[in-house]
């Protein structure tokens, strides 16, 4: 489906899903292919994001790729530079101007490859991740496992632990212990429990 040696043809791709879906795992496994194919490589995630590392893209299987922490998206296209790929983790912490930068450099012949949550854990479309789905030549979502009945996993549930100051965030960074995947019909249920705790 995306050949690593398609010259002069730029575009946009974008992986989205909920938590624990692989997004990054799957940015990583394009990102590695085009290594492979010697292309010139430029990996880019938002400065927030510091879990594990600053420097590097970060899976939870420990498969990393060295990345640079941007703090807005006009940086991304300051050093995306002599490039043909570049990638883009987390994205929907970046403010709205990377979609344009993300056409900018789609049209310009660059390979751009986005990963990103689509939602919030409200389930509401996240950041600038829709506008980016709707102008990406390819669109791919991946699931996780709903942890309650198994099935394939859309929402990334903010566990009703998390209290405080973070109650507000529309996602927190780090992971396991704030999250679950769910599916919609238990996200939908889980959602009607809180309610009825919070009456
Ligand atoms: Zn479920």
């Not at 594990?52 to 296209?77: E, G, K, P």
């Not at 979502?141 to 209290?163: E, T």
Request: proline share 4%.
């Amino acid at each position: 489906m995306f050949l690593e040696n398609a010259k002069h043809s730029g575009w946009i791709e974008v992986i989205c899903g909920s938590m624990f879906s692989g997004k990054t795992e799957e940015l990583i496994r394009r990102l590695k292919r085009a290594n492979f194919a010697n292309q010139r490589v430029q990996i880019f995630k938002p400065a927030l994001d510091n879990r594990y590392s600053a420097t590097d893209v970060v899976s939870h299987d420990s498969n990393t790729i060295q990345s640079l922490s941007v703090d807005s998206s006009q940086n991304v296209l300051l050093y995306a530079t002599d490039v043909d790929v570049v990638g883009i983790d987390e994205v929907q912490f970046f403010d709205d101007g990377i979609v344009d930068v993300c056409m900018l450099l789609a049209n310009n012949g660059v390979r751009v490859i986005c990963a990103g949550l689509d939602m919030d854990y409200l389930g509401n479309p996240f950041g600038p991740v829709p506008a980016l789905m709707a102008r990406a030549e390819h669109v791919t979502k991946v699931h996780a496992i709903c942890v309650k009945c198994g099935q394939p996993a859309q929402h990334s549930h903010r566990l009703p632990i998390v209290q405080g100051e973070d109650k507000d965030k529309q996602v927190l960074i780090g992971e396991h212990d704030k999250y679950e995947p769910l599916c919609r019909h238990c996200f939908n249920i889980a959602l009607e429990q809180e309610q009825v705790t919070k009456k």
